[in-house]
């Protein structure tokens, strides 16, 4: 039987995951997975589509339609790969101002959630999530997916959960005051 934290959990999730999802206003992004693929493309530039399919846990055939239509959108342009098969994909200048609206529209609404709580909470929620995170990732594949919608400097500065599990390297602490 689940017990209320973790229904509230769930709960929460579901909140942040509803206004991630909400449709933005270009129609090629109408899809959650559209955006992700925008987002993993602006930080992994230059990556072929079968690095960035993982990255959103996409088939191939998936993948390609959805580059296709960021291509097709403007968003996504395709370059010359490190062989004649692959193909090396980066965000166009309105690509790059989608993925800073994007981000933005994100940090707006995570600040909001997160902002209810005073700075002893943040410190105690921080603590939490870098344990929970730390022990949840399975494997690089898994890691790109859980970070493909984030904005990585500042979990990277301070050191990232996710990719420290990654790595192999020992479990952050949380960041300083």
Known sequence: MTQRTENLLGVLALLVTDEMNA???A??????????MLNAIGQYPDSSIEVLREAVDLSHPAAVRA???????GLV???????KR???????????R????????????????VGRLDDSER?????????ILYSETRDPAHAMQLCRLCDD????????????????????????P
Do not use: F, H
Not at 27 to 36: E, I, K, S, V
Not at 67 to 73: I, P, Q
Not at 86 to 96: C, E, I, N, Y
Not at 123 to 131: N, P, Q, R, W, Y
């Open 86 to 96: 692959a193909v090396a994909l980066s965000l166009t200048a309105d690509g790059k």
């Open 153 to 176: 400097g500042p979990c990277l500065k301070a050191g990232c959960p996710v990719e420290c599990r990654e790595q192999g390297l020992p479990m952050p602490e949380r960041s300083s």
């Open 98 to 113: 989608e993925v800073k609206r994007l981000r933005t529209a994100r940090d707006r609404m995570l600040q909001r959630v």
């Open 27 to 36: 129609a090629a992004l109408a899809g959650p997975t559209a955006r992700a």
């Open 23 to 25: 449709p933005p206003d």
């Open 67 to 73: 580059v296709a239509g960021l291509v097709d959108a």
């Open 123 to 131: 410190d105690v929620l921080e603590s939490l999530l870098i344990k």
């Open 77 to 83: 342009e395709k370059n010359a790969g490190a062989d």
